[in-house]
């Protein structure tokens, strides 16, 4: 929430036809709808009226209310301030009228005459406020002293009682408080802003392939699919919500360091003005405008690439996480083990900002440290060193498997072994075996679940692949 209060006026016709019309035009498309507050009339026109004679009438009103009158004449008893929501908000009329009334009664100016007129002509929400600073009843001014500070201390509360706070600096005390870029700064990003959004979102819209589904069972878990898609589609929504906030800390930066290389040239500028200085001042003033303003653009310019390189790359580790994680729940939906706790800490890890690949992660180092023998197994990379030893007291469902990995192995396929091999091993009681003759010189089972482990994992690396050819391919379109 940013509160605006802009310089006060003498005119309420002419800030009520400004408000209420396009800039320059008859016409007003980017009124959304106007309200009224302590006046007799919603109808603009005659609501203005009631507050003009409100301040003509100042004098007697103080009289009937027993105010000793007198007093200097408030010149300027129009008063226009407005409240602008984040762009992420979607406020409804009632919500933007109501808050209205809250942040007057929160200045004490609850009681005055006012018209609020909605615009729709930003990306965000907002309403304009035209108060009149005369009491209706009184005939007294309002009180407007330090009213930014107590602006700024509404919309904090504001925030939080939303759930989420915009404006940080709000959080430390005033003299802390870091000053915002100037106009000219804020401008000069204006076109790299443009140029970010639209690159965020080209991403955002794009459908990652994050795993090949054809092999699915049909109908087989689609509940717990349907919800890690919903917690994964709401991770990628917060990544592209959090651009906005980089892109200003970027700028803000910028403005910043560019702000103190100059502070001792600009002081010695205004020195100079104050004491009658010699020589061109508007000269000097121009030249140091000049050499700012060519800093500003190197300095944004390579920050800005910066900025989308930085971004494009998290990009792409969430878009890894986020496959891994699902080539980890297809190897335990396969070894049939139960999801349930592990979707409720996915759940618990969404909601506290936290990485949800690490819970997958712990669910895969819990099963490789399950024990149901003293035997293990010796595996390197995808192929076994040596057949697996027999033993009267079982084996290891997957601690030696898990622990001698290679690096290069990714999460999900850990998963899927450490899954198979609790399916095959002991970790969960396997269906009765067919009755057959012993097979003293036939292949090794085992053997054969190592077999097609290695090709499952030659299958899925084959697929990442393919997904990061398909997504570079994606961002070289959109780059060109």
């Avoid at 639209?198 to 819209?205: P, Q």
């Avoid at 010699?278 to 003033?285: N, S």
């Avoid at 609790?422 to 057959?436: E, F, I, N, T």
Wanted: glycine share 6%.
């Amino acid at each position: 929430m940013i509160i605006k209060i802009l310089s006060s006026g003498k005119s309420f016709s002419g800030l009520s036809t400004y408000l209420t019309h396009d800039p320059e035009a008859e016409t007003k498309e980017r009124v959304s709808w106007t309200h009224t507050l302590n006046l007799a009339n919603d109808h603009v026109p005659s609501a203005v009226d009631e507050m003009l004679w409100t301040t003509r009438n100042a004098e007697l009103l103080k009289q009937e209310a027993g105010i000793r009158a007198g007093g200097r004449t408030t010149e300027n008893p129009v008063k226009h301030l407005s409240l602008n929501w984040s762009p992420e908000d979607n406020p409804t009329r009632e919500h933007m009228i109501e808050t209205t009334e809250q942040f007057l009664e929160h200045m004490k100016w609850q009681e005055h005459q006012a018209l609020l007129v909605a615009h729709e002509d930003k990306a965000h929400a907002h309403v304009h406020v035209m108060l009149n600073v005369i009491h209706p009843e009184t005939g007294l001014r309002l009180n407007d002293d330090f009213e930014r500070r107590r602006a700024q201390a509404w919309a904090l509360e504001y925030e939080r009682e939303q759930g989420r706070i915009y404006c940080e600096q709000r959080l430390k005390a005033p003299e802390e408080r870091e000053d915002s870029p100037t106009r000219p700064a804020w401008t000069a990003f204006e076109k790299n802003r443009e140029k970010f959004e639209r690159e965020e979102k080209i991403l955002e819209n794009q459908n990652p392939i994050l795993i090949n589904e054809r092999d699915f069972p049909k109908n087989t878990h689609d509940n717990e699919w349907k919800t890690l898609k919903a917690l994964q589609r709401d991770e990628r929504i917060e990544f592209f919500a959090d651009g906005k906030s980089a892109f200003s800390e970027v700028r803000n930066s910028i403005y910043r360091e560019i702000r103190e290389e100059f502070r001792d040239r600009w002081s010695d500028y205004y020195e100079a003005k104050r004491n009658g200085g010699e020589g061109d001042l508007a000269a000097l003033k121009a030249e140091l405008v000049a050499e700012q303003k060519a800093a500003l653009e190197a300095r944004r310019d390579e920050a800005c690439r910066e900025l989308r390189e930085s971004r494009d790359g998290l990009y792409r580790e969430l878009l890894d996480d986020q496959r891994e994680i699902r080539l980890g729940l297809r190897g335990r939906q396969e070894a049939g083990l139960d999801d349930n706790e592990l979707f409720l800490d996915l759940a618990k890890n969404r909601d506290a900002g936290k990485d949800m690949s690490a819970v997958f992660r712990e669910a895969a180092d819990e099963a490789t440290t399950r024990e149901d023998s003293n035997v293990g197994w010796n595996v390197e990379g995808t192929a076994f060193s040596s057949r697996p030893e027999r033993s009267d007291a079982g084996m290891k469902s997957g601690t030696a498997i898990g622990a001698s990995i290679g690096e290069g192995l990714g999460m999900g396929v850990i998963a899927l072994l450490d899954s198979l091999a609790d399916g095959v091993m002991g970790g969960k009681p396997a269906p009765p075996p067919q009755r057959r003759e012993p097979e003293p010189s036939g292949p090794d089972p085992d053997e054969g679940f190592f077999f097609r482990a290695a090709q499952e994992r030659q299958r899925l690396d084959q697929e990442k692949e393919e997904a990061d050819r398909e997504y570079q391919k994606r961002q070289r379109s959109y780059g060109e």
